[in-house]
């Protein structure tokens, strides 16, 4: 008979005091998610507030590089994606982007301004510095989910990416963030010009 080795998986030790304390601290946004063993609490709130910020600072400083990673770490987009919350994600990004495109810019509301970015091609008018085109593969689905959150209409995310794999809800993230790092700068140089 021969003996099989059977490996133990490494388990992640429990927090500590001062990591709990820090996931429950509603102003440390850099403590999202707290792990235990197998275990993984996300603090959802935290995370959607964050990137409500950063993306209110890109639209403050118009040209700034944006992209995924500096909105959330990869591991975080990893486990939202795990728990099921990636459709979640992508709508929150629309709706914020869509809020702050109203209130900044309110010639550009929804009512006021027929959007449709579907046509516009944003490596045409921005230096992307990661041109992946696996990174960007979902870059028309971006399109039409925005078109449909700045003229005011339900973006649908759910029903949209209902049959997408996590690789694919990972590609939507990066495409939506870039469409408005993209929307945001062109109201913001038109700002300017006027």
């Given at each position: 008979?021969?003996?099989?080795?059977?490996?133990?998986?490494?388990?992640?030790?429990?927090?500590?005091?001062?990591?709990i304390?820090?996931?429950?601290?509603?102003?440390?946004?850099?403590?999202?998610?707290?792990?235990?063993?197998d275990?993984?609490?996300?603090?959802?709130?935290?995370?959607?507030?964050?990137?409500?910020?950063?993306?209110?600072?890109?639209?403050?400083?118009?040209?700034?590089?944006?992209?995924?990673?500096?909105?959330?770490?990869?591991?975080?987009?990893?486990?939202?994606?795990?728990?099921?919350?990636?459709?979640?994600?992508?709508?929150?990004?629309?709706?914020?982007?869509?809020?702050?495109?109203?209130?900044?810019?309110?010639?550009?509301?929804?009512?006021?301004?027929?959007?449709?970015?579907?046509?516009?091609?944003?490596?045409?008018?921005?230096?992307?510095?990661?041109?992946?085109?696996?990174?960007?593969?979902?870059?028309?689905?971006?399109?039409?989910?925005?078109?449909d959150?700045?003229?005011?209409?339900?973006?649908?995310?759910?029903?949209?990416?209902?049959?997408?794999?996590?690789?694919?809800?990972?590609?939507?993230?990066?495409?939506?963030?870039?469409?408005?790092?993209?929307?945001?700068?062109?109201?913001?140089?038109?700002?300017?010009?006027?």
């Open positions: 008979m021969s003996k099989r080795k059977v490996s133990k998986r490494k388990r992640t030790p429990k927090p500590t005091a001062e990591q304390a820090r996931f429950i601290d509603p102003y440390d946004e850099n403590a999202v998610v707290l792990r235990e063993g275990s993984v609490a996300l603090n959802l709130g935290d995370i959607l507030d964050k990137i409500r910020t950063i993306m209110e600072r890109a639209e403050m400083a118009p040209g700034t590089p944006m992209n995924l990673e500096a909105v959330l770490a990869p591991e975080t987009v990893v486990e939202l994606i795990s728990a099921g919350f990636g459709p979640g994600v992508v709508e929150h990004l629309v709706n914020v982007a869509a809020e702050i495109v109203a209130a900044r810019y309110p010639d550009f509301g929804p009512g006021v301004f027929d959007w449709d970015v579907r046509e516009l091609d944003p490596f045409e008018h921005m230096h992307v510095s990661t041109p992946d085109p696996h990174r960007y593969a979902q870059l028309p689905l971006a399109k039409q989910i925005l078109t959150a700045l003229n005011g209409r339900s973006p649908r995310v759910t029903d949209r990416t209902r049959e997408l794999d996590s690789f694919a809800i990972v590609s939507l993230l990066h495409s939506v963030l870039l469409m408005y790092v993209l929307i945001v700068g062109g109201l913001a140089a038109r700002g300017r010009e006027e």
